[in-house]
Every structure is written in C-alpha cells, then in structure tokens.
C-alpha cells in the first residue's frame, strides 16, 4: 500500500503561502476520505482503504488548520 498521511499534508498547508499550493493539498485531503474524517494514513490507489477509522490527532490538526487558514487566506476557503 503506497500511504499518503494527511497530518503531513496539513502541515504542509499549514508552513506555505503559496494559494495552488494550499489548494491543491485541500483537494488531496477532501479526496482522501470516504467518511468526512481524517485518517492516520490512506492508500493512494484507494480510499477505501486507510487505518484507523477515526483518528483524533488527524481531525484535530484539520480543525485547527482550518481555522488558521481562515484567518490567514480567508479568501481560500470563503471566494
């Protein structure tokens, strides 16, 4: 299984400033989840396939990134 980890890809959101960029890693992380939550890692042949049905960190960590970008490129999330 070749693992994507969306911690990974919300951190990386979280460190740029580079809009497609960010974007791009807000359509991975919306791709990889079959149940509106953030998994511990997805296999990125299919998302049906992930560990840990529910992942604590992983859902915090989106929620807070959320919130940041909100503040920080509201234009992402609300245009």
């Not at 990974?8 to 960029?21: F, P, R």
């Not at 992983?58 to 609300?78: C, D, Q, T, V, Y």
Request: net charge negative; aromatic share 8%; glycine share 6%.
């Amino acid at each position: 299984m070749t693992t994507m980890w969306p911690v990974g890809t919300i951190m990386q959101i979280q460190t740029s400033s580079d809009d497609e960029e960010i974007m791009r890693c807000l359509e991975i992380l919306k791709r990889s989840t079959s149940l509106g939550l953030m998994h511990e890692g997805v296999d990125v042949n299919d998302t049906r396939k992930f560990l840990r049905t529910w992942y604590a960190w992983g859902n915090s960590a989106f929620g807070e990134m959320m919130l940041e970008l909100s503040r920080r490129k509201p234009h992402i999330l609300f245009d």
